[in-house]
């Protein structure tokens, strides 16, 4: 049951979410967050196990040359790009800002030293490519991170949310994955996965597809070509891998557009907050 503010007239319900006069442009989003304390611990905890793992995995590809190194990150991925959705709500709100600040700082901490160590073994390799590819992508972390903490310390709401289903969904997928690649790596001497984030950005992509019909223009367009990077990317690291390692220019044609995939996907997440909604927000949704 859902207590209606008294001016309302028309509405459309999201999963558990409401939105107003059926339009995200309007700026009238309606979020609620669902969620138990399962949830909520779990969209906290998992981010930073993404950031962790990517951290350990590239201080494993720097001292060691086992094709295992980058898999776990790869795997875990997809939830450094949800953290925008980690939240908890107590009074006073100055504890929920100070938790914020301080949650994105350790995430930021945490994945950029791991940029930082991939970017010293490229660079000790002499790959001038990769060498550019990370240096922009430290750039590219730090904006997409403080703009997801300026978000959350204004309050703004996110239209995208996780939930149980969505989690469940993604986690199930992360693992029929995984139990595809570690025999494929563990048999194979020479195999290296070359992009880091494409198998989180295809599950990504296909989760966001659920809000499109809420999308504005602009989010609309970031997802068009978010899917097209992405597909670019995977067609070329499956050329490079097919044909022996040969077209090297497949390996950075596939790199470059696994970053600008990457970019979409962070204006994607940052440009689906709104401003806090005016309306008065009901009590309960069941």
Known sequence: M?????????????????????????????????ADIFLRVAMTVL????????LLDSIWQLTTSSTYAGLSSTVLHI????????FFTV??????????ITYQIII???????????????????DKFYTVILSVNIVQDTVFICWICA???????????????????????????????VPIFSRKDNLVKRTVANISLFILYDFFAGYYR???????????????FVTVSVCNEWLYFAKGHEFEICDKIGAAFEFLAECSCCLLIIWQFQMPSKTKKPNSVL
Do not use: M
């Open 2 to 34: 859902v207590d209606r503010p008294k001016h309302s007239t028309h509405r459309v319900i999201i999963n558990s979410g409401l939105v107003e006069n059926g339009s995200v442009c309007s700026h009238d989003l309606v979020h609620v967050y669902q």
């Open 91 to 100: 009074q006073p709100s100055w504890i929920i800002t100070v938790f914020n």
């Open 108 to 126: 930021w901490i945490v994945r950029i030293g791991g940029d930082v160590v991939y970017l010293i073994d490229h660079k000790q390799a002499g």
């Open 47 to 54: 981010p930073i196990a993404a950031v962790v793992s990517y």
């Open 151 to 181: 978000y959350k310390i204004l309050q703004y709401e996110p239209l995208i949310k996780v939930e149980h289903k969505a989690l469940f969904s993604v986690v199930s997928r992360l693992e029929v994955i995984l139990a595809i690649l």
């Open 214 to 228: 809420w999308f504005t223009v602009r989010l609309k367009w970031c997802l068009w070509l978010f899917v097209v």
């Open 79 to 86: 939830f450094y790009y949800l953290q925008f959705y980690s």
